[in-house]
């Protein structure tokens, strides 16, 4: 089973990226699709989750600038990162019910 994130890269403080996964059918349609990110020699943090309803959560940090949407056409989620700051520098997953991950795709934000 694959999720196949995209969408990282290199960008400014204060500047916006969106990342995308796509998952299969039968895991989008069933579990809790999400993101969560990890820096090195630390845990791997909640960013933000949408359940298969719709609600959502976010982790405290991110609150206000990152927001997850879900194409349910398409079988993919996305996560709209703005106001982006140093700290939020790490490697994002795409998780579908805690149980299935991406690769991984790395977010550095830096001047």
């Known amino acids: 089973v694959q999720l196949v994130e995209s969408g990282g890269g290199l960008v400014q403080p204060g500047g916006s990226l969106r990342l995308s996964c796509v998952a299969p059918?039968?895991?989008?349609?069933?579990?809790?699709m999400g993101w969560y990110r990890q820096v090195s020699g630390k845990q791997r943090e909640l960013v933000a989750v949408?359940?298969?309803?719709?609600?959502?959560n976010y982790g405290d940090s991110v609150k206000g600038r990152f927001s997850i949407s879900r194409d349910n056409a398409k079988n993919t989620v996305f996560l709209q990162m703005n106001s982006l700051k140093p700290e939020d520098t790490a490697v994002y997953y795409c998780?579908?019910?805690?149980?299935?991950w991406g690769q991984g795709t790395q977010v550095t934000v830096s001047s």
């Open positions: 998780s579908g019910g805690f149980r299935y």
């Open positions: 059918g039968s895991i989008f349609k069933i579990y809790t």
């Open positions: 949408m359940h298969p309803g719709g609600t959502t």
